[in-house]
């Protein structure tokens, strides 16, 4: 039985060098499934924000456009922009928290 089980070298990393290529494999599958399912979540959430915040969160956290640009594109004053990226990260932070945690969201 002893035989059976792969020991750790000093580093703590399996000997059994096809164990560890499994164990590889497995852990970026995992990974993977876990990236997916968070993207998902995201795209939902950002469903369910105002179209007014959705654009602004859109624009500046994933586009990267500067808050005089959006404001200027979108005929509103850069605190408004500033005012709605605030209201869509704090939405956003608090679903995916209460997701990640099993709680159910503040909002």
């Known amino acids: 039985m002893e035989d059976l089980v792969s020991h750790p070298d000093a580093e703590g990393r399996p000997k059994d060098t096809e164990a560890s290529i499994e164990w ?3 852990a970026e599958a995992l990974d993977q499934m876990e990236r997916n399912e968070m993207r998902e979540l995201m795209l939902r959430v950002l469903d369910e924000l105002p179209d007014s915040q959705r654009i602004v969160f859109v624009l500046k956290d994933l586009e990267d456009w500067g808050t005089d640009e959006i404001a200027s594109r979108l005929n509103v004053t850069p605190a ?3 005012q709605r990226l605030h209201r869509a990260r704090l939405y956003l ?6 997701h990640v945690s099993g709680r159910r969201p503040c909002f």
């Open 24 to 26: 590889s494999v497995a």
């Open 80 to 82: 408004l922009v500033r």
């Open 93 to 98: 932070q608090d679903r995916l928290r209460s």
